[in-house]
């Protein structure tokens, strides 16, 4: 069963027990039990739906990709939506570009981001790749892969060399030319999160 597959079984069975309006039956000595309806995620299921990446690296997989291949996949997989140069093609977004260097979004809304003027971490560039694309058919691509086409779309913004290999000891070391334009956002919650 794919990740996909799983995750909407989950979806579902929350969707259904959240609609009954009622609380569900309480077990103390194996959880919470939903009404007959699915079963307790076993450690392993939930271990393969986590995949993110974050800003520090932490959940990037094993496995190296670099610019070559990241050419061949992007050609392949990413061209239709973004261009044969990642230019992007309406209604897909451009994703090679160093302007404006300025950044100045803040006063033109109509500036166009790219992965080289705007995305702030090149560890959560590999998370979206990985989770969200290709957009038919998103988290079908090996880690191989997705490293890949972070290198070449990293190379291509002038971020990296075209030599450099993409790994999860590499690519969190890699300086997003926006990264030090963003605020990191250091909130516990409580009453004063928004």
Sequence with gaps: MTRNHLLLRLVLVLAVTSCSGAEPPRSSAAGAKYASIGRDATPEEIHALDIDVNPSGAGLPAGSGNYARGVEVFAKQCAGCHGQKAEGVAPYPKLVGADPRDFGFADDPKLTKTIGNYWPYATTLYDYVNRAMPFATPSVLPPADV?????????????????????????????????????????????GFR
């Design 147 to 191: 490293y890949s086409v972070v290198a070449y779309l990293l190379a291509e913004n002038g971020i990296i060399t075209r030599d450099q290999v993409m790994d999860a000891t590499t690519l969190p070391k890699v300086k997003m030319p926006a990264r030090d334009r963003f605020v990191v956002d250091d909130r516990k919650g409580g009453p």
